[in-house]
């Protein structure tokens, strides 16, 4: 009989030293899967980017011949030669309007930022801004240097920011965003606008507690950025709102960028 008892106790301590390794195995796997996902999401937003900067450094060379067009059609003008300002029209301006038709044409200055993460989340911003009605603004007007945070939290702390506010846009009567990013010192600011359907809020419970302009059952988001936030200290953030407006602002402590300067840059 104890030999039994023995024999069900070493067979217990097995069972649930396997269940333990299972479970290590289980969180292993799954780690390397979000690990995996993440790495072809960050590879998605890059080349999806560099594509984009392929097409921008396209208009860029459009613009530059754009002097030698204009010499052109100025002597086809004084010779009066019609089929030659036709030809020209054909062979050129046609390329012109292809160019200018692009989606994204209005949104080139995302490239002045230097983190891929940020450029790729902007992209998919928009996208999602354009397929339900919001009517969103980007305004960067100087190069942006790298932000030093993990990837990860990137994209989780963007992501969310964008997300919100492009959704609680779509709610609202006004149907608007505005990002904007600026370089002052050593620091880079990142202020985000959105219009929301108009409620009364309480400003100091929005990021502490499950509270959204995205409306009832919505706040995980902003419970992931709050956690991001605590991760990182050195950022400052702040946020206002108006009857129909959300305003939050973040600023990134940053050391001089000594990184390379973009080189697709219309000048």
Do not use: W
């Amino acid at each position: 009989m104890i030999d039994s008892n023995i024999f069900l106790f070493y067979i217990c301590i097995f069972m649930i030293l396997l269940l333990i390794l299972l479970i290590l195995i289980y969180l292993n796997v799954n780690n390397r899967k979000k690990n995996r996902e993440l790495e072809n999401q960050i590879q998605d937003y890059q080349r999806f980017t560099l594509h984009l900067q392929e097409d921008y450094a396209e208009i860029c060379q459009f613009r530059h011949d754009f002097k030698g067009m204009v010499s052109s059609i100025h002597m086809a003008i004084v010779k009066e030669d019609i089929s030659e300002l036709k030809r020209i029209y054909r062979e050129v301006f046609q390329v012109g309007r292809d160019l200018t038709q692009l989606n994204r044409f209005s949104y080139f200055n995302i490239f002045y930022i230097h983190n891929f993460e940020i450029q790729g989340l902007l992209i998919e911003a928009i996208n999602l801004a354009e397929k339900i009605g919001v009517d969103i603004r980007i305004e960067i007007l100087e190069a942006i240097p790298f932000i030093p945070i993990a990837s990860f939290d990137l994209i989780r702390l963007f992501s969310n920011l964008l997300n919100n506010a492009v959704q609680a846009a779509s709610s609202s009567q006004k149907k608007k965003v505005i990002v904007s990013f600026y370089h002052l010192g050593e620091s880079v600011i990142f202020f985000l606008g959105n219009s929301y359907k108009k409620r009364e809020m309480d400003l100091k419970r929005i990021i502490k507690e499950r509270m959204t302009t995205k409306g009832k059952g919505h706040g995980n988001g902003l419970i992931i950025i709050n956690k991001v936030l605590e991760k990182y200290p050195s950022i400052h953030y702040g946020m206002r709102t108006t009857e129909s407006d959300f305003y939050q602002e973040f600023t990134f402590k940053i050391s001089e960028y000594k990184g390379e300067k973009h080189e697709n840059y219309c000048i």
